[in-house]
């Protein structure tokens, strides 16, 4: 049996035989004119421009090994970058992913990731791909992906498009991956650390498994710009601080409904990635779109007319502390 064909670490393969072990299990592209082989990879442009987007996860602030298995984060690392190319109305043409891990990292957790980033494509974006990348060693997995998309004659949809009088909607859940998130710290955990045995039992949690392998509504995206939405995010720090967002860009307020929303941990949970827009008022709306709110003169976010000043979401830098809580 060769190195190419044998198991084993990274660091006993190398980086030509772990290649050649991912390669036959990366999604080809329908966009792509040239993929992985090459210095860089070409994808064809139909519509002249490319919307471009790229997102890291890290072990420790964006993931816990011992909570994740590779096909999550294969799965999560295609999920949350192609809800970026959705939310400025694009459709996902190709992926560039590189990877860095430390050397005694076994071979089958490279397959993993391969194989969730294709099976995620294949469910959420059907015709993208993985056309190229890197891989590389460090003492923290890291994943990193860029993302291409098409925005197919459309005009794309921006941050500062919002205007008084236009309805807020949303399509997806609202803090259901802050749900599964909570779970986890709170049963997947032993002695303080997290534990594969003990999050293994809580996989079956639709709320968990949501955290671990996000299922955004990719697809609603475009169908939004297509149905004249103004305004257009991703909800991936949650939506009080995501909403904010919109309303800075816009030089609007956005007027939320607590009722609509259904519950705080709605309103400050991040990491579901459903797509938040704004539209006309009096337009209908996309059929997945529900409304939970309306665009009114002023600054900053209102819940029931009132300031809503708590952030929640996700902050890199302000929330990570370096352990589990």
């Not at 421009?49 to 890290?58: A, E, L, P, S």
């Not at 004659?153 to 998130?181: I, K």
């Not at 409304?291 to 209102?302: D, F």
Request: proline share 6%.
């Amino acid at each position: 049996m060769t190195a190419a064909e044998s198991t084993g670490t990274l660091g006993e393969l190398g980086e030509s035989a772990a290649l050649a072990r991912i390669f036959p299990r990366l999604p080809a592209a329908f966009a792509q004119l040239l993929g992985p082989g090459d210095d860089a990879a070409i994808l064809a442009a139909p519509d002249g421009r490319f919307v471009v987007t790229t997102d890291m996860m890290i072990h420790g602030p964006d993931f816990r090994l011992a909570w994740s298995t590779p096909h999550d984060l294969g799965w999560k690392a295609a999920a949350t970058n192609l809800s970026d190319l959705a939310a400025m109305g694009a459709v996902g043409t190709g992926l560039v992913v590189a990877i860095a891990a430390p050397a005694s990292t076994p071979v089958e957790v490279l397959e993993g990731i391969a194989d969730g980033l294709r099976e995620a494509c294949s469910a959420l974006a059907p015709g993208c791909g993985v056309v190229g990348g890197d891989l590389s060693v460090s003492a923290t997995l890291t994943i990193a992906v860029t993302a291409f998309g098409d925005l197919e004659g459309r005009a794309p949809v921006l941050r500062s498009g919002a205007r008084v009088g236009d309805v807020v909607a949303v399509s997806g859940g609202l803090g259901v991956a802050a749900a599964g998130l909570r779970i986890l710290f709170r049963d997947g955990v032993v002695d303080g650390e997290p534990d594969a045995a003990a999050a293994a039992a809580l996989r079956r949690d639709p709320l968990v498994a949501f955290q671990l392998a996000p299922v955004p509504p990719i697809a609603d995206g475009p169908v939004a710009a297509a149905a004249g939405a103004t305004a257009m995010l991703d909800l991936s720090d949650g939506l009080a601080r995501d909403a904010r967002r919109i309303a800075s860009a816009s030089g609007v307020a956005l007027d939320l409904s607590a009722a609509a929303i259904g519950s705080h941990e709605a309103l400050v949970g991040g990491e579901d990635h459903s797509l938040l827009a704004t539209f006309p008022a009096g337009r209908g709306l996309p059929p997945s779109f529900r409304v939970i709110g309306s665009v009114v003169p002023g600054t900053g976010l209102l819940v029931d007319g009132v300031a809503f000043d708590e952030l929640g979401g996700w902050d890199p830098y302000a929330d990570w502390n370096g352990g589990v809580g």
